[in-house]
C-alpha cells in the first residue's frame, strides 16, 4: 500500500522478484474505484522505481521512486 497527501491510497499487488508488475487500485475523488497496472519498473536493493497507468479515459499515469528502510 502506498500513501500520500495528495494521492489517497493506493493498493499495489506486486509479482516475486526484481521487477516489478502488477495491478493497482485507488478511490477517486468522486468515490468510485479506478483500477489500473504497473507498467514498467523494477526493484534495485532498496530503491524502488515505477509507473502506474490507470485505467480512465484519460489514460494518466503516475510514477514513484522511492528507499525502504
Known amino acids: 500500500m502506498i500513501q500520500g497527501a495528495n494521492i489517497g491510497e493506493v493498493r499495489v499487488s506486486p509479482v516475486p522478484g526484481t ?3 502488477g495491478e493497482a487500485f485507488t478511490i477517486a475523488d468522486d468515490g468510485r474505484g479506478v483500477r489500473g497496472f504497473v507498467r514498467d519498473g523494477g526493484i534495485k536493493g532498496r ?9 480512465e479515459e484519460s489514460d494518466p499515469r503516475w510514477t514513484f521512486q522511492g528507499h525502504c528502510g
Not at 530503491?47 to 485505467?55: A, C, K, L, P
Request: proline share 0%.
Open 19 to 21: 521487477s516489478f508488475a
Open 47 to 55: 530503491d524502488i522505481n515505477f509507473t502506474i497507468s490507470w485505467i
